[in-house]
């Protein structure tokens, strides 16, 4: 099984943001769709996934509106591709009238690769999820009112703005393909469906 670079990096950044399957069962421990593809924007806006593009799509959020995200079609492409590979669980979380939340984690097999992972492919990841001035801490994926993400670093409390509903190109928004996907990350309103 060989995987692109991008496929090595998206590995490596659900295997540091879910905690691992023996860990904990727990629902609030795996990657929820929403964060993971705010992140995901980030590191393609940066260049940190090489092949990746991103283009506004209207998302129904979990308080019943519909707003347009940047979203990397690339990305969400790999995703799937990681599950069909048997590299990544996924969780359907009801978590309102207006939808469910998928979250992600890695299987075992997902793991082994994650260990074989180079440096070279891991550190582009962790200059933007992880706090430069805290000794790599790893910086917390927030979102406040629909409107927002940010990163947060739980030591020293700096925040970096994730820019994924600034839609750049009106022309985008005309040919934007519609994709039902809730996006909060909130822990306390889970249930299991
Ligand atoms: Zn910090």
Redesign the pocket.
Known sequence: MELTKDQQKLVFLIGSYAHEKQTSDDQEHWFKDGPLLAVMYVLTVEGVFETYDYAAMSILCLDGYRRFMNISREGVDDLNDLREMGLLDHLKISTSQYGTVTGYRLTDKGREVLATIPNSEREGVNAIIR????EG?L?QIECENFERYFFR??????IREIRIFDIEDVSYISKAKFLRLPYRNDHNSVKEE
């Open positions: 706090c430069s001035d805290c801490e910086m670093c739980p030591v020293c409390n700096c």
